[in-house]
Structure formats: structure tokens, C-alpha cells
Nanobody, 117 residues
Framework: QVQLVEFGGGLVQVGGSLRLSCAFSASGSLFSSSTMGWYRQAPGNQRELVASITSSGTQNYASSVKGRFTISRDNAKNTMYLQMNSLKAEDTAVYYC?????????WGQGTQVTVSS
């Protein structure tokens, strides 16, 4: 059984920083072989990809967060991170952790990030 749990959401002012963590629970080497990603969904909007990182460490970012957010993973700890700097009001959303291992995608329950101006 796969479980993803996000930590680190909260309320922060514009220009501030937050670090999200995603703890992955499963047997074997499923985490290290998975492409991990962060998605977000703001009210009234569709869920969108924020950043992803492959099993080999290749990173991909949405243009709206490039240069401000950094995704990373620690395979020894089965944990993924999202360092968010220079936060903007439009970054306010529920952030979801995702793991993709063909053919299945797993999701966390989400964590709220609110950026206040």
C-alpha cells in the first residue's frame, strides 16, 4: 500500500519562503524508481504541475515558478521536498504530492499554502 503525506504548508507573507515535504511510504524501491512531482490547485482552477523530478534527478518546473522554487528528493529517506522562495499571492493553493510509477499515479491528501499580501 502506497501512502504520501505532505508537510509544511501554512500562511506566509508575500516575499516569504516555505518548504514542503512529502513522505512516501511503500515497500521496496518504489520511491526511488518513481517520478515525483508537486501539483497545486487554487479555487476555481484546475490542478497544475508545479515541479517534477525523475528517478535520475532530472527536474522540470512550471514557468510561473522557475527560479523561485526548487524540487529535490532524498531516496534514503523516501522524501521529496519543495523549497519555495519569493512567494507571491498567486502561489496560494492546495499543494499535492504525486508519485508516478508506470502505470499508476499516487496522490497525497494536499497541504494548504496561503500567501498573504
Amino acid at each position: 500500500q502506497v501512502q504520501l503525506v505532505e508537510f509544511g504548508g501554512g500562511l506566509v507573507q508575500v516575499g516569504g519562503s516555505l518548504r514542503l515535504s512529502c513522505a512516501f511510504s511503500a515497500s521496496g524501491s518504489l520511491f526511488s524508481s518513481s517520478t515525483m512531482g508537486w501539483y497545486r490547485q487554487a479555487p476555481g482552477n484546475q490542478r497544475e504541475l508545479v515541479a517534477s523530478i525523475t528517478s535520475s534527478g532530472t527536474q522540470n518546473y512550471a514557468s510561473s515558478v522557475k527560479g523561485r522554487f526548487t524540487i529535490s528528493r532524498d531516496n534514503a529517506k523516501n522524501t521529496m521536498y519543495l523549497q519555495m522562495n519569493s512567494l507571491k499571492a498567486e502561489d496560494t493553493a492546495v499543494y499535492y504530492c504525486s508519485a508516478y510509477n508506470y502505470p499508476t499515479r499516487y496522490w497525497g491528501q494536499g497541504t494548504q499554502v496561503t500567501v498573504s499580501s
